[in-house]
């Protein structure tokens, strides 16, 4: 889950940089990073209590004053159907032509697969320079890694780059390579059915046997599933998998709910196709 952070004032900028520098060299799983696009600074977490932690721990302990902006859910794009198309990049640039033809197949994986990209015998008999291999592999990584929809990173998919059409060696370089894998990745991608992926948490949650139907009503209006209900002694055990994105406030809706005496853990467990209300959602964005 990451956050949106800023200094409160241009003076701070520096402190709050060394602030967190700090912070991840004790934490881990304490991440900071500044947006190419946006030119945020984006403070990524374990989830919604974690970043509150680290925002407090900046404000108490580095006695840097911040604004932080709502955490987000780091959603996932992916594709839904096998696609091969072919792209030709043929443009001047600085006085110069680039061109030329690529053939890419991009097609999905299982759950959790991550992605692969490979060139196809094909491909490398085509094109024996090393270098113009490898700016086909990366043009193709940074497209994987940019998305199509709205900007998160591709995984659970398959690209494969099956085929060159060199117009000349002059005129088919590195730039024309590695444009040419980008661009044609993503327009394969968007022919591919892409979706969001978004990420589920599994939820275990001990309760009073009296406040199981609240627990559960709340469950249901968050999107969860529950998948087992156990007893532990005198209390009720409810284990779910619900979305990340249904889980913010949870801490103080369950102390609501239950009047204090409920406690949960919660980790994260897979990724799944986002339904169609929250695709547009993120969309609108």
């Known amino acids: 889950m990451f956050m949106a952070i800023e200094p409160k004032s241009s003076a701070d900028k520096d402190k709050l940089v060394a602030s967190m520098q700090a912070l991840a060299a004790e934490d881990p799983t304490c991440q900071f990073k500044e947006d190419a696009e946006t ?66 197949e991009v097609k999905p994986l299982e759950r959790g697969k991550g992605h692969t990209v490979d060139l196809s015998r094909e491909f490398v008999n085509t094109v024996l320079e090393k270098p113009l291999q490898e700016c086909v592999r990366q043009g193709l990584e940074d497209g994987i890694s940019t998305g199509v929809l709205a900007r998160y990173p591709m995984t659970d998919l398959a690209v494969t780059c099956l085929g060159a059409e060199i117009v000349d060696p002059e005129v088919s370089d590195e730039v024309a390579f590695r444009s ?3 661009m044609g990745f993503r327009e394969a991608a968007e022919a591919a059915g892409p979706e969001f992926l978004e990420p589920i948490m599994k939820l275990e949650i001990t309760t009073p046997p009296e406040s199981v139907g609240e627990v559960l009503g709340d469950l249901n209006g968050r999107r969860g599933s529950v998948l087992n209900m156990d007893m532990k002694g005198d209390l009720q055990v409810v284990s779910a998998r619900v979305p990340m994105a249904g889980m913010f406030g949870y801490a103080t809706a369950i102390r609501s709910l239950t009047k204090g005496r409920a406690s949960y853990s919660m980790e994260p467990d897979l990724f799944e196709l986002a339904p169609k209300n ?8």
């Open 39 to 104: 030119g945020q600074t984006i403070l990524s977490g374990m989830g919604e209590l974690h970043l509150e932690i680290l925002v407090d721990r900046l404000k108490r302990e580095f006695k840097c004053a911040a604004n932080t902006g709502k955490p987000m859910v780091s959603y996932c794009e992916t594709v839904t159907k096998p696609v091969i198309k072919n792209f030709t990049f043929d443009r001047e640039l600085g006085g110069k032509r680039h061109a030329v033809t690529l053939k890419i």
């Open 278 to 285: 929250v695709r547009e959602e993120i969309l609108l964005k």
């Open 180 to 182: 040419a894998a980008m």
